[in-house]
């Protein structure tokens, strides 16, 4: 098993709840309805993957090359949840266009990993 991987994993669950904590309680008052959606939509991705990065954790002594999986899914975090926090706290709008990069990554990096796994060690 990765320990850093696996800290890594829970801190950003951890992170994932403060921010939904912080969604529901400090900014329920100060956007809308659509805004407190697009928060917790960010929230619900980013806790979600940092749970496949924790499977990543666990698999990476069988399944050592998942180094791209973990990458990508890194990055779909930062760029997909990142983007949709600071468009809410923001309002920039124009941020919702770089949001599907995120998405991309998120997707790439659940295919590769399926596709690792299928294959095994010589992935």
């Known amino acids: 098993?990765?320990?850093?991987?696996?800290?890594?994993?829970?801190g950003l669950a951890g992170l994932a709840v403060m921010l939904g904590a912080?969604?529901?309680h400090g900014l329920q008052s100060r956007v809308s309805e659509h805004f407190l959606s697009v928060w917790q939509t960010a929230v619900r991705y980013q806790m979600w993957h940092a749970l496949g990065l924790g499977l990543i954790a666990v698999a990476a002594e069988e399944l050592p090359s998942l180094r791209w999986s973990v990458r990508l899914m890194l990055l779909g975090i930062v760029v997909f949840c990142g983007t949709l926090y600071l468009l809410v706290l923001s309002g920039w709008r124009w941020l919702g266009m770089i949001t599907p990069i995120g998405g991309l990554a998120l997707i790439a990096a659940w295919l590769l990993l399926a596709w690792q796994c299928w294959r095994g060690n010589d992935a």
């Not at 098993?1 to 829970?10: C, D, E, K």
Request: glycine share 16%; net charge positive; charged share 10%.
């Open 1 to 10: 098993m990765n320990r850093q991987l696996l800290g890594l994993a829970a």
């Open 22 to 24: 912080f969604g529901a």
